[in-house]
């Protein structure tokens, strides 16, 4: 098995149109989680992959399971609760602000919620090349934390790497000594760290980004690599040893931001699988994340290599463009 992760995998019933939820009367089904989607990306990339995580005994919980599999992710570890029900969330598009979602959450007491640390199985890591989670699965409960902590000691104590996305949720995580106290364990066993600038700037306040980087290089001593996503204004690497490297985002018009971040991580994280520079995963991880954007759904339009590569094509003209 390739990459390994656990989450939350919830239904997105997407606004088919822009504009204030209490006007929408159509929506769309969709499938969506953080690490989900990011397995989900991975195996389009062409990496065999593997969900830990519960869903509830109903239609909901059926179409998640069904869902993840036809996008080849191994959903056997993944449990049905009978005693809980599959969390759901509605996304509102472009409203109040063109471009921008989002997101009314329906997740209390759902069954990915009450995952605990027997959901998982050092067996379940020992064949993994690489362990996923992100910070959303453990600020979901002391189960959930204590779950996505043991995954993270039994794929360090394997010798199994690491990659940890901070994606810190205001609405889980109220301030910034919670959201600190929720990522440190993690940031502590990572060899690659994702996160944001909107991240940095509620863990680090507003300092200068160099210094909060440094703040969080602390953090994660392990870390061969910090990558800095700034959305619309690309992104930066910040290998442990060597410069910083930058790349631009490419100018695509946004019909739904969400799960951008996620592709991002897919193809950074193929790229590192596949042997790839850190310049050229950044490359890639921009251009699947700008994908993404351009259509409804964070699964629907995660792309294939091929995808990328003549997406690359039409927008690069040269690949110094892009390249700062």
């Known amino acids: 098995m390739d990459v390994v992760s656990l989450g939350e995998v919830m239904v997105q019933m997407n606004a088919a149109e822009p504009g204030p939820l209490r006007a929408v009367r159509l929506f769309e089904r969709h499938i969506a989680g953080s690490e989900a989607n990011t397995l989900a990306g991975l195996s389009r990339l062409g990496f065999s992959t593997r969900f830990i995580s519960r869903v509830g005994d109903d239609e909901m919980g059926m179409a998640v399971v ?13 449990k049905v609760d009978c005693t809980a029900p599959t969390g759901v969330y509605f996304v509102q598009r472009g409203y109040p602000i063109p471009g921008k979602s989002r997101v009314s959450y329906y997740r209390s007491g759902s069954a990915a919620s009450r995952m605990d640390a027997d959901d998982i199985r050092p067996e379940l890591l020992r064949d993994a090349g690489l362990f996923h989670v992100s910070g959303i699965t453990p600020a979901l409960g002391m189960g959930c934390r204590a779950a996505a902590l043991r995954a993270a000691m039994i794929a360090h104590d394997e010798g199994v790497r690491i990659s940890f996305d901070t994606n810190i949720r205001v609405q889980l995580l109220k301030n910034r000594d919670t959201a600190l106290e929720v990522v440190e364990p993690f940031l502590a066993l990572a060899d690659i760290v994702f996160t944001g ?25 392990r870390a061969c690599v910090v990558v800095v996503k700034c959305g619309a204004r690309g992104a930066t690497a910040y290998p442990r040893d060597g410069n910083a490297l930058s790349a631009s985002a490419f100018s695509v018009p946004v019909v739904d931001e969400l799960g951008a971040g996620d592709a991002f991580d897919a193809a950074f994280l193929a790229c590192v699988l596949d042997g790839k520079d850190v310049d050229e995963a950044l490359l890639h991880a921009n251009a699947a994340g700008a994908i993404v954007v351009t259509a409804k759904g964070d699964l629907e339009p995660l792309p294939t290599w091929k995808d990328i590569e003549l997406f690359m094509a039409a927008y690069l003209g040269s690949r110094e463009t892009l390249m700062r």
Do not use: K, N, W
């Open 197 to 221: 600038s909107g991240d940095l700037d509620f863990m680090f306040g507003g300092e200068d980004r160099d210094h909060q980087v440094a703040m969080i290089r602390e953090l994660c001593p």
């Open 66 to 78: 069904s869902e993840l599999s036809s996008y080849g992710v191994d959903t056997s570890c993944v």
